[in-house]
T-cell receptor
Framework: DTAVSQTPKYLVTQMGNDKSIKCEQN?????MYWYKQDSKKFLKIMFS???????INETVPNRFSPKSPDKAHLNLHINSLELGDSAVYFC???????????FGSGTRLTVV | GENVEQHPSTLSVQEGDSAVIKCTYS??????FPWYKQELGKGPQLIID?????GEKKDQRIAVTLNKTAKHFSLHITETQPEDSAVYFC????????????FGPGTSLSVIP
């Protein structure tokens, strides 16, 4: 029973394509996040949703659009993929914003 | 905004020795400091956290200390084992409605058998 599950685990695609990454949590948490981890392992927040409401939107290009159909799901859609989008994307959830996160296992996106 | 620095970036220790990772933060309003361990090919996993009303917290072989005045906090791992080898991240946040957790750049720990 995976607590935070992301699909796909690997994604290889060409520049200019549009792709989506899905995330689901079965922990009953209210808050979900997307983080980007670059090649130097640096973790940077992209978005945060609380009960389907967007509460954090960092300086991320408009090509990235999160969607939360319900509080257990937070998907990430990326339009017009660029080489610089290559990274590992992590979904995470927390019971509330003052507690630790539970991370998914990540989606390694490679844009060629 | 908050900035978290972490040192060292890489650390090698002999099995059985202790390892210490140090972090500093810039925002004096930060009051929650989690530590995460990331093994190869996996997502970060919360291993211990500390809040600003506590100076030290221990859980078996790991301990965290917090110096609010100096805005420093540290992770101590005693009796290291090969399975402790991983990347460790410190982080800081404020417990407000719109806080975000800011991560340090990570420390790659290698425990040599």
């Amino acid at each position: 029973d995976t607590a935070v599950s992301q699909t796909p685990k690997y994604l290889v695609t060409q520049m200019g394509n549009d792709k989506s990454i899905k995330c689901e949590q079965n922990l009953g948490h209210d808050t979900m996040y997307w983080y980007k981890q670059d090649s130097k392992k640096f973790l940077k927040i992209m978005f945060s949703y609380n009960n389907k409401e967007l509460i954090i939107n960092e300086t991320v290009p408009n090509r990235f659009s999160p969607k939360s159909p319900d509080k257990a799901h937070l998907n990430l859609h990326i339009n017009s993929l660029e080489l610089g989008d290559s990274a590992v994307y992590f979904c995470a959830s927390s019971r509330d914003r003052s507690r630790g996160y539970t991370f998914g296992s990540g989606t390694r996106l490679t844009v060629v | 905004g908050e900035n978290v620095e972490q040192h060292p970036s890489t650390l090698s220790v002999q099995e059985g020795d202790s390892a210490v990772i140090k972090c500093t933060y810039s925002d004096s309003a930060s009051n929650y400091f989690p530590w995460y361990k990331q093994e190869l090919g996996k997502g970060p996993q919360l291993i211990i956290d500390i809040r600003s009303n506590v100076g030290e917290k221990k859980d078996q072989r790991i301990a965290v200390t917090l110096n609010k005045t100096a805005k420093h906090f540290s992770l101590h791992i005693t009796e290291t084992q090969p399975e402790d080898s991983a990347v460790y991240f410190c982080a800081a946040s404020k417990r407000t409605s719109y806080d975000k957790v800011i991560f340090g750049p990570g420390t790659s720990l290698s425990v040599i058998p």
